[in-house]
T-cell receptor, first 114, second 117 residues
Framework: AQSVTQLGSHVSVSEGALVLLRCNYS??????LFWYVQYPNQGLQLLLK??????LVKGINGFEAEFKKSETSFHLTKPSAHMSDAAEYFC????????????FGSGTRLLVRP | GAVVSQHPSRVICKSGTSVKIECRSL??????MFWYRQFPKQSLMLMAT?????????EQGVEKDKFLINHASLTLSTLTVTSAHPEDSSFYIC?????????????FGQGTRLTVV
């Protein structure tokens, strides 16, 4: 079964610092991979997705992620954190079947210090 | 475009009563809808997948008689929590996938926080 592991339930950075949120997947076949952001008491907003095209994927709000097959990773980065980036971030995998359902990681809460 | 709306956003109900949550695709036809459950400070767990006009497919461990899902039209799916108990208190999120030009992924609703007292 496919799964997603997010290392670090909490990540704290200073405003203006680099953001790095880690995600590793387990799959024999490279799946589709996603990063979502969730603000308190809200649904999920898609940041970016990897669908076997370019390995470096650029998303909204200045975020990007790089798919590394050799490391089975899809880490999320942003060069300079803003206070408004403070939220919960979820990495997800979509199996290469026709279900379109998502399997989510445990989430990482990003804290941004002024 | 591609907006998914959930109603209500918050609901408090008494133990033993039933609660219905609606998920609507406002500007596209949703051929498939997904219902997720999220416990506090935890990830989303898929409960069931529903395709318009057919019975929902439930994930292992989810009680289909407890969580009734109806997807009677291409723009509406409902989740009914029957005989709710405090342990059913959670954040329920739907997502919908359908015929959106240039996009094959599902869009998420804003979620419903259910509190059973």
């Amino acid at each position: 079964a496919q799964s997603v592991t997010q290392l670090g339930s909490h990540v704290s950075v200073s405003e203006g610092a680099l953001v790095l949120l880690r995600c590793n997947y387990s799959s024999s076949v490279p799946p589709y991979l996603f990063w979502y952001v969730q603000y308190p008491n809200q649904g999920l907003q898609l940041l970016l997705k990897y669908t076997s095209a370019a390995t470096l994927v650029k998303g909204i709000n200045g975020f990007e992620a790089e798919f590394k097959k050799s490391e089975t990773s899809f880490h999320l980065t942003k060069p300079s954190a803003h206070m408004s980036d403070a939220a919960e971030y979820f990495c997800a995998v979509r199996p290469m079947d026709s279900s379109y359902k998502l399997i989510f990681g445990s989430g990482t809460r990003l804290l941004v210090r002024p | 475009g591609a907006v998914v709306s959930q109603h209500p956003s918050r609901v408090i109900c008494k133990s033993g009563t039933s609660v219905k949550i609606e998920c609507r695709s406002l500007d596209f036809q949703a051929t498939t809808m997904f219902w997720y459950r999220q416990f506090p400070k935890q990830s989303l767990m898929l409960m069931a997948t529903s395709n318009e006009g057919s019975k929902a497919t439930y994930e292992q461990g989810v009680e289909k008689d407890k969580f009734l899902i109806n997807h009677a039209s291409l723009t509406l799916s409902t989740l009914t929590v029957t005989s709710a108990h405090p342990e059913d208190s959670s954040f329920y999120i739907c997502s919908a996938r359908g015929l959106v030009v240039g996009n094959t992924e599902a869009f998420f609703g804003q979620g419903t926080r259910l509190t059973v007292v």
